[in-house]
């Protein structure tokens, strides 16, 4: 996360990048994009400390993850993918 590491969260592989290998090995695959609801944390303080662990920060630094919770907006939905083929 570029907030705290200023590293800036990639953007591949993607779905389709995952489709072009399979193709290139023999496998037909399918994906199928669709929107999925944003898991919502309804309690702050246990969000702050799920995100701090994910982020392999110390706890000295779940105000600022907390503060940075509060002052994002909220998506609602996100882009997904289901990728299968036939045996």
């Not at 907030?3 to 399918?30: C, M, Y």
């Not at 929107?35 to 944390?41: A, C, I, L, N």
């Given at each position: 996360?570029?907030?705290?590491?200023?590293?800036?969260?990639?953007?591949?592989?993607?779905?389709?990048?995952?489709?072009?290998v399979?193709?290139?090995?023999?496998?037909n695959?399918?994906?199928?994009?669709?929107p999925?609801t944003?898991?919502?944390?309804?309690?702050?303080d246990?969000?702050?400390?799920?995100?701090?662990?994910r982020?392999?920060?110390?706890?000295?630094?779940?105000?600022?993850?907390?503060?940075?919770?509060?002052?994002?907006?909220?998506?609602?939905?996100?882009?997904?993918?289901?990728?299968?083929w036939?045996?």
């Amino acid at each position: 996360m570029e907030t705290f590491w200023s590293l800036e969260r990639p953007k591949d592989p993607t779905p389709t990048d995952l489709i072009e290998v399979l193709k290139e090995i023999g496998i037909n695959a399918q994906v199928q994009y669709w929107p999925g609801t944003v898991r919502q944390e309804s309690n702050i303080d246990q969000a702050a400390e799920f995100m701090r662990i994910r982020l392999c920060l110390p706890k000295s630094r779940e105000v600022d993850v907390k503060e940075f919770l509060t002052n994002q907006p909220r998506a609602e939905e996100r882009d997904l993918a289901t990728i299968w083929w036939d045996k």
